[in-house]
């Protein structure tokens, strides 16, 4: 069915050998955590890199989704948002890319504090899902730009 | 100056020459009129005379330059108009057609105007389609009386 | 003074003039009077040059920098601006502020007092509205317009009559009265709240908002902003003395968040109200009257590239009321929690995480708990896959305080295992003309946690979760730390997702798990354990599918298998297509929680200036209406009337009906927080239809 292992071809393996990752937050601390232990990417701490994800900022909102018959909140939507631009070979290559992702968190007044338990849990989840997306907009803006580039 | 429609006046020009008849003088070609501080530049003009002594006169010129040194500052009154009449009875200066008036450096620009030499009042008229124009500069203002 | 810049001169053109040098100047005649900007024109007019005075009549008109003044008579010295025109109308370039008047004064460059007039911003040929005033100071220096006793009318008719009103010019962040508003509401009656901004300086500023309730009496009500380098905050006070409750109820709200360096982190959460139905009588958003439980805690925050953590103190003012009953929390006074990423070697991934807590509460067991988790893992991440081996020791000791006796303590110690691996298969493929790259992910996770006697122990923070793929590919589905369950089981899932191939944006992702357990469950949350528990969890389905920029959807599904039922189906769907155009829908089945419900929610242009929008969250099990919401927009260019109907539920039997007016005068009132906020609360997407006007 034509499917085969994510870099066993070059075309799809992560196109840059080196990469920093510049930002603060635990999103960039995964991002950061994942490159250092991914075999054929080098990160580097400081000085350049041959590409530079960098994150602009991430936002995190809690909104009632639904209400019960006695009007109490029954479940909130967790909205995570980042923001990151990616240049390669010190060339601007993605200004601004957006991933989002949802959790929904059903809520109960009278757990408070295992519900906050469980919503601080779903929100790391999603800094740890935003590394693939990322890396997956950033691979693929960079090969973009390999491709046009002479 | 108020005084200079007492002061002799002298004409010069290419030639002039005296109409017993009419009682009057007309003379072309390059013609000044001192009388006093003031002196015309004219390329045509006619004097009369009436049985009081005062000099009436009219002429024309591309243009009529018209100068005379104002009484109360040391500033100079310039004119200049296509066409002139000078009443010297009721001290009536009338400049007509692409007329200025410019004392100091306030100007009045218009096709008639009527310059009373005795109040220092000028009056100016447009022609049908045409304007007056008056640009008025502030004079630096004197030490002014200390507050 | 010197280097004082030479005056302008002044031009006079007319048909006839007549002048005294050093005097005056009259001029008859279709008259034009210029200097520098200033043109003014009339039939006559009649220029002393010494007091700089001119005036000027008949017909006047006056035009500077585009602001452009008639009138019968103008007296003004031209200079200092100082003078007065009669019979005047004006038109303001900057603010697009017009209107006439008896009389207006020249006050100085810029200033004008316009004495028993009318003003408007809209444009002319609208005249929609006027602000009528005795006295109407405009200052485009401070860019600030006052108004005494007047009244405003609105299509022919006066609306409202007003001592004093100050407004913004040209909308920047100026003191002002806010757009006020009207409104109808089951609880409160009549309610009419005028809100006044203060802007006291660049980083701090403060709203009054007097709120008038026919059935309750006048609520004062103030918030107070700061904002600085290093820290921001909030302060928001309420009070009145109601009528029907014949008692005085207040609320208070105070937040703070500083970064005193840059590892060192303070925030504050202070909220407290005078009694348990505040909210659902005051609270005019959903999302307030549906707050029980409000925060009253101090944090402390440490984060640095290795170890970060935070010590609060955290307690709750719990709104329990007879038909909404609610558990009061743990207190945390005081609570301190670390974790730490310390690299002993590169390949390893140790993390150690701690907490030490002592939880009080008035009628439940309280005591000191403090736990600690050390853990080792060796993620060996490649392109076509992960493996991730964990080992970690999680010990807990309880030192809880008995009435009666001495304390007890209890201890916890058991090791963690998991094993996390996963690849990555991918495919191009081509649908229509877009290259697209197809991905199809198995996971695995096995977690293995020895059984421990746990019934013994009290429940301070731990909880049961929802069932989700976090909850999944987590080794605990308890949160919260009293609680571990004995675990031998393997989550297996596998996700496949859609990217667009030139740019990696993600189209659809479908993910599909389940796990199965190889032991039985004992642990419970109760003190009674488990004697057998299901050999598999509910299936799980999530869809998540962005189809162009503007059209999402969200299906998330929990099957259970033994009774082949439908334990949870979640649609949810979103349509952005442009600005003002949102459409939301939602239809949720949940047997866990026993709902069932559909919320439809949209705004939508109805062209020549009218927006419609609605919200209608209907459950369908209860067959009630959760929350209805029906608005009409009118955006009329110079002003904007917002209409809206809602009705929420507040308790079983109760609830709240309201109905909003809002009429925002462009230029007039400057746009502040509304009660009308509560529309951006219920429909997601929704965007303001009328933005200040730009000038």
């Not at chain 1, 469980?118 to 960079?142: F, I, K, W, Y």
Request: glycine share 8%.
């Amino acid at each position: 069915c034509g499917f085969h292992l994510r870099g066993t071809d070059p075309a799809s393996a992560l196109p840059f050998t080196t990469v920093r990752i510049d930002g603060e937050g635990l999103a960039a601390r995964n991002l950061r955590d994942y490159l250092g232990t991914y075999k054929s990417v080098k990160l580097v701490k400081s000085g350049n890199a041959e590409t530079v994800i960098r994150v602009l900022g991430e936002q995190y909102s809690k909104d009632v989704f639904s209400v019960n018959t006695s009007g109490r909140v029954s479940e909130y939507r967790l909205t995570y948002r980042l923001q990151f631009a990616t240049d390669h070979k010190s060339k601007n290559v993605l200004e601004r890319g957006e991933v989002e992702l949802y959790r929904n968190l059903s809520w109960n007044d009278n757990a408070i504090l295992s519900k906050e338990a469980e919503e601080a849990t779903l929100v790391r989840d999603m800094q740890r899902d935003v590394v693939q997306l990322v890396l997956r907009r950033a691979g693929a803006v960079v090969k973009k730009a390999q491709s046009n580039a002479p | 100056e108020q005084g200079d429609r007492e002061k002799p006046m002298n004409i010069q020009a290419d030639n002039c020459n005296y109409e017993q008849k009419a009682q009057r003088s007309v003379c072309t070609h390059n013609v000044v009129v001192t009388q006093g501080t003031m002196t015309i530049y004219a390329d045509r003009l006619v004097i009369t005379q009436d049985a009081d002594g005062n000099q009436f006169a009219h002429g024309e010129g591309k243009p009529v330059r018209f100068k005379q040194r104002l009484d109360k500052s040391t500033d100079w009154l310039e004119a200049e108009s296509q066409r002139f009449n000078y009443d010297g009875k009721k001290g009536f200066l009338q400049l007509f057609d692409k007329a200025w008036v410019r004392k100091s450096q306030d100007v009045v620009h218009g096709d008639h105007i009527t310059y009373d030499l005795n109040t220092e009042l000028y009056q100016a008229k447009s022609k049908p389609g045409g304007r007056v124009n008056i640009t008025i500069v502030p004079k630096k203002k004197e030490a002014k009386a200390a507050p | 003074n010197p280097g004082e810049k030479p005056e302008p001169p002044t031009f006079i053109q007319s048909d006839e003039a007549s002048a005294r040098e050093g005097e005056f100047a009259e001029a008859r005649g279709n008259v034009v009077v210029t200097r520098e900007k200033l043109k003014v024109e009339g039939d006559w007019a009649h220029y002393t040059i010494q007091d700089d005075r001119l005036r000027a009549g008949d017909k006047v008109t006056m035009n500077k920098d585009g602001d452009v003044l008639t009138g019968t008579k103008l007296d003004m010295l031209v200079e200092p601006r100082k003078g007065d025109l009669l019979d005047p109308t004006f038109q303001m370039a900057k603010g697009a502020a017009r209107g006439d008047a008896v009389k207006l004064l020249f006050e100085g460059p810029d200033r004008y007092a316009i004495k028993q007039g009318r003003m408007t911003t809209c444009a002319p040929g609208n005249n929609d509205w006027y602000l009528h005033s005795s006295t109407l100071d405009l200052d485009y220096n401070a860019n600030r317009g006052q108004a005494w006793n007047g009244w405003v009318e609105f299509k022919g008719t006066p609306i409202f009559y007003y001592p004093w009103l100050d407004f913004s010019l040209d909308h920047s962040r100026k003191s002002g009265f806010l757009a006020p508003s009207l409104g109808m509401n089951s609880k409160n009656g009549l309610q009419v709240q005028t809100p006044y901004y203060l802007n006291l300086a660049p980083n701090y500023d403060a709203t009054i908002y007097p709120r008038y309730m026919s059935r309750r009496g006048m609520m004062v009500g103030g918030e107070f902003r700061y904002l600085d380098l290093d820290y921001t905050g909030v302060f928001r006070a309420e009070g009145i003395q109601d009528r029907i409750d014949d008692k005085s109820r207040t609320s208070v709200l105070f937040q703070h968040a500083q970064k005193i360096n840059p590892n060192l982190g303070l925030s504050l959460n202070i909220q407290k109200v005078s009694d348990n139905n505040y909210f659902s009588d005051f609270g005019e958003r959903l999302s307030v009257s549906s707050q029980s439980n409000l925060p009253r805690e101090g944090t402390l925050t440490y984060s640095q590239e290795t170890w970060n953590g935070f010590m609060r103190w955290q307690r709750y003012q719990t709104l329990s009321t007879l038909t909404n009953p609610v558990d009061k929390p743990y207190d945390r006074m005081p609570q301190f929690y670390f974790t730490g990423q310390p690299q002993i070697k590169p390949w390893l991934a140790t993390n150690i995480s701690g907490e030490l807590t002592d939880f009080n509460h008035p009628d439940k067991i309280s005591g000191l708990r403090s736990w600690a988790y050390p853990s080792m893992a060796l993620p060996y991440n490649e392109s076509w896959g992960f493996i991730t081996p964990k080992v970690g020791v999680h010990a807990t000791s309880y030192n809880l305080h008995q009435t009666n006796a001495a304390n007890a303590n209890y201890t916890r110690t058991l090791p963690i295992a998991s094993l996390d691996s996963g690849l990555f298969f991918e495919r191009e493929l081509k649908i229509g003309n877009g290259n697209f790259l197809q991905t199809f992910e198995p996971r695995a996770y096995y977690v293995y946690i020895p059984y421990r006697k746990q019934s013994n122990l009290p429940i301070f923070d731990s909880g049961e979760t929802d069932l989700s793929f976090t909850q999944l590919f987590s080794e605990n589905q308890y949160s919260g730390q009293d609680r571990i369950n004995d675990a031998n089981q393997v989550t297996l899932a596998v996700t496949s997702r859609l990217f667009e191939s030139d740019n990696g944006i993600e189209r659809l992702n479908v993910t599909v798990g389940q796990r199965l357990y190889f032991a039985n469950q004992r642990v419970t949350l109760t003190t009674t354990e488990n004697t057998e528990s299901p050999s598999r969890s509910d299936w799980l389905l999530t869809v998540g599918a962005r189809f162009w920029k503007d059209l999402s959807a969200n299906y998330g599904m929990q099957y259970n298998q033994a009774d082949s039922s439908l334990r949870r189906s979640d649609l949810t769907m979103t349509w952005r297509p442009g600005d003002y155009r949102t459409l939301n829908l939602r239809y949720s089945i949940n047997r866990i929680s026993d709902t069932r419900s559909a919320d439809i929610s949209g705004q939508w242009p109805m062209g020549n200036g009218w927006y419609a929008l609605g919200r209608y969250n209907y459950s369908i099990k209860d067959s009630r209406a959760l929350e209805t919401l029906g608005g009409v927009e009118y955006n009329a260019g110079c002003w904007a009337l917002r209409l809206a109907a809602q009705r929420y539920v507040t308790s079983v039997t109760d609830t709240t009906t309201s109905f909003f007016a809002l009429l925002q005068l462009g230029g007039i009132a400057g746009i502040g927080s509304n009660p009308l906020d509560t529309i951006r609360q219920s429909i997601p997407g929704y965007s303001n239809t009328y933005a200040p006007p730009r000038f």
